[in-house]
Structure formats: structure tokens, C-alpha cells
């Protein structure tokens, strides 16, 4: 079964750090790029952090410099080190793996979505 | 960044009806754009890529369409497990922004 399970979240002071782990199962690890997601209680969805299967990083505005994503593909593990947290990163940390589908007949481009989903773990700053 | 408008926030729709939702770029993202559906207390789940095709699984009553900065999420025959939020996402540039989301509730 192809499955993500975050885990790390928990209760942190402004201005503290934390680390997120996702851990992958059923699936090749190291082909896939993986994406973070964080949903802040009674709100949206909001894209934060990216890592391809060449571990090149993305990161939304509202956390770079501050949050950091990594993996380890002889753990299957994916990772995200928070820093300077603040209370509006308060959230559910989902992480996600991305799946592509070939936009063009040539495959030059790709659709990409998060087709798979951990069940999330809650960050909260207070 | 590219923001993403959805609307309605809300709707109520009943059982049978159709629903459309409609989300809209700051700027063209071709027909780079998702769609999810996530219900109450749980995981987000993909439902369109590429702005009208189905994921794998995904009821044929869901349909999507556009492209550039308008597109919508159609669903015919609205059944009571499609009472649910849906989120448009845009994959054209990251960040990867999501829409606000639109909350589909029964009427």
C-alpha cells in the first residue's frame, strides 16, 4: 500500500524550532519529487515546500529562509526543519508526494498533482 | 506569486443537482491547474489535472474545463458524499498556490 506518515508536530514557543518527518511506504521513494502542505485550523489549503527526486528545494515566500526540506532516500524519509516559527504557522503539516502525467506527446511538459497524502501532523506555536 | 480566486466560497446544492465552481489566475497558468476535494476532517484528495482530466478513480459526474486564468469544476448529479470542500491549484509556476476553496454544503 502506498502510504505517507508524517510525524514531529507538536507544541513550540515563538521563535522556537521543530522537525518534520514523513515516512514513505509502497512506492518507489526516490522517484518522485515530495511536496509539504500546511491547512491552518478552519482554513485552506496552503502549498509551503517542494523537493524533487534530484533534491532541488522550493519554498512558498511566507517560509523561506526559516523552514528547510530534505530527504533521505536510503530511509525513504522525507524532512522539514522549521525555524523562527511564528504563531501563523500554526497548522496541520501534510506531506505529499507529486505525480506526473505527460502534457505534451513529446512529454516536454507535465501536469503535476498530489495524488497521495499523509494524514498530517499538527504544528502549533503558542 | 500567482494568486488564485475561487467562487463561490460557499454554495448549497442538493442532491441531484449540478454544481459549478469556477477558480481564476492572476495570470495564465495554460492549463496547468487541479482540482481536490477534501471533506471534513480529512486528507485532501485529487480529483483533476491538467484542468479537465480525471485522476485515476474519480466519479465521471466531476468534470473540469478551461484555460489560462478561468476554469471550472463541474459536478452533475451531486451525491451526498460530494458534500465537501474543493481547492483549485495552479502547477504552472511555484509556489504551487492553492485557491481559498470552495465549501459545497447541503441545502
Known amino acids: 500500500e502506498v502510504q505517507l506518515v508524517e510525524s514531529g508536530g507538536g507544541l513550540v514557543q515563538p521563535g522556537g524550532s521543530l522537525r518534520l518527518s514523513c515516512a514513505a511506504s509502497?512506492?518507489?521513494?526516490?522517484?518522485?519529487?515530495l511536496t509539504w502542505v500546511r491547512q491552518a485550523p478552519g482554513k485552506g489549503l496552503e502549498w509551503i515546500s517542494y523537493?524533487?527526486?534530484?533534491?532541488?528545494?522550493q519554498y512558498a515566500g511566507s517560509v523561506k529562509g526559516r523552514f528547510t526540506v530534505s530527504r533521505d532516500n536510503a530511509k525513504n524519509s522525507l524532512s522539514l526543519q522549521m525555524y523562527n516559527l511564528r504563531a501563523e504557522d500554526t497548522a496541520v503539516y501534510y506531506c505529499?508526494?507529486?505525480?506526473?502525467?505527460?502534457?505534451?506527446?513529446?512529454?516536454?511538459?507535465?501536469?503535476?498533482?498530489?495524488?497521495?497524502w499523509g494524514h498530517g501532523t499538527t504544528v502549533t506555536v503558542s | 506569486d500567482i494568486q488564485m480566486t475561487q467562487s463561490p466560497s460557499s454554495l448549497s446544492a442538493s442532491v441531484g443537482d449540478r454544481v459549478t465552481i469556477t477558480c481564476r489566475a492572476s495570470q495564465s497558468v495554460n492549463s496547468y491547474l487541479n482540482w481536490y476535494q477534501q471533506k471534513s476532517g480529512k486528507v485532501p484528495k485529487f480529483l483533476i489535472y491538467g484542468a479537465s482530466n480525471l485522476q485515476g478513480g474519480v466519479p465521471s459526474r466531476f468534470s473540469g474545463s478551461g484555460s489560462g486564468t478561468e476554469f471550472t469544476l463541474t459536478i452533475n448529479n451531486l451525491q451526498p458524499e460530494d458534500f465537501a470542500t474543493y481547492y483549485c491549484?495552479?502547477?504552472?509556476?511555484?509556489?504551487?498556490?492553492f485557491g481559498q476553496g470552495t465549501r459545497v454544503e447541503i441545502k
Open positions: 505529499a508526494r507529486e505525480v506526473g502525467y505527460c502534457a505534451t506527446t513529446s512529454c516536454s511538459h507535465y501536469y503535476y498533482g498530489l495524488d497521495v
Open positions: 523537493i524533487s527526486s534530484s533534491d532541488g528545494a
Open positions: 509502497g512506492f518507489r521513494f526516490s522517484s518522485y519529487s
Open positions: 491549484q495552479q502547477s504552472f509556476s511555484t509556489p504551487y498556490t
